[in-house]
């Protein structure tokens, strides 16, 4: 297994020790288990979608639950009837799937349909958070009036 050493970087960054440790857990979690399948897909600017293959799944199967930069996706599965089967080649077991949100990305809607599980996400800025134009020296903006030639 490769292992990814930070070291370095975390002696000469502050405050990207969530980033590092994001990293480091993505490089664990890669060899692990790929089920359910899914993909991630930029729709706009600040929209994104997460689709995932839940083929065999109701929607009372599923449970999506949104953190704060946090989106889990957990998919339970009654017990399999007695039957005996031949060979078995469809996937019958729950999954437990977590995405790691950037800050202000919130969840805006989840279908599903034909055995695909869609989760549309929305990256929404604060207007607080937003930039800002400073003024040097605290002079107020010039604004042009329209329609005010009375005054001239």
């Known amino acids: 297994m490769n292992r990814f050493d930070f070291t370095p970087y975390r002696r000469t960054t502050v405050g990207f020790d969530r980033l590092f440790d994001l990293l480091e857990r993505q490089a664990r979690a890669n060899g692990g288990d790929n089920y359910p399948p899914f993909n991630i897909e930029r729709r706009g600017e600040d929209s994104y979608r997460i689709t995932l293959a839940v083929a065999g799944f109701k929607q009372a199967d599923l449970d999506i639950t949104a953190q704060q930069n946090l989106l889990v996706v957990k998919g339970t599965r009654a017990e399999p009837d007695s039957s005996e089967f031949l060979h078995v080649g469809i996937a019958n077991r729950g999954f437990e799937r977590r995405f790691e949100l950037a800050d202000f990305v919130r969840v805006n809607a989840a279908?599903?349909?034909d055995g695909l599980l869609t989760i549309d996400l929305v990256r929404e800025v604060p207007e607080?958070?937003?930039?800002?134009k400073v003024l040097i020296g605290g002079q107020t903006p010039l604004q042009v009036v329209e329609g005010d030639s009375a005054a001239a």
């Not at 607080?128 to 800002?132: E, G, H, S």
């Open 111 to 113: 279908d599903l349909a």
């Open 128 to 132: 607080a958070m937003k930039p800002k």
